[in-house]
């Protein structure tokens, strides 16, 4: 059974960093889409930064390219999934979720951000940044 775990998230002032990590087990794929998504109050779910594990492709919204990076660590039984957010503003404050599409086999860079496809999701992990 798929899992999908996350941690790094807490409270921060705006120009700091944060690193997200989701530990992500149950796969039996060896390649797919897996990323994080974001959910501000009263706002729709958004992709922030997603990647395809066969290759390395990687995506991320226009409002945090440069600012955050996505990476993978598949050395352990468990693959775990990172998200380094640096220059932090108070619009990145939201929930923010891991999740994974284990079935499509390509995707373009909208269908890659997009929540919709992406079958198993984890909790979420607050992340709030003050000005």
């Known amino acids: 059974q798929v899992q999908l775990v996350e941690s790094g998230g807490g409270s921060v002032q705006a120009g700091g960093s944060l690193r997200l990590s989701c530990a992500a087990s149950g796969f039996t794929e060896s390649s797919y889409y897996i990323g994080w998504f974001r959910q501000a109050p009263g706002k729709e779910r958004e992709g922030v930064a997603t990647i395809w594990t066969g290759g390395d492709r990687t995506y991320y919204a226009d409002s945090v390219k440069g600012r955050f990076s996505i990476s993978q660590d598949n050395s352990g039984d468990t693959n775990t999934l990172f998200l380094q957010m640096n220059s932090l503003k108070p619009e990145d404050t939201a929930m923010y979720y891991c999740?994974?599409?284990?079935?499509?086999?390509?995707?373009?860079?909208?269908?890659?951000?997009?929540?919709?496809?992406?079958?198993?999701w984890g909790q979420g992990t607050q992340v709030t940044v003050s000005s």
């Open positions: 999740a994974a599409d284990l079935l499509s086999p390509i995707k373009t860079k909208v269908q890659a951000l997009s929540p919709r496809g992406y079958d198993h």
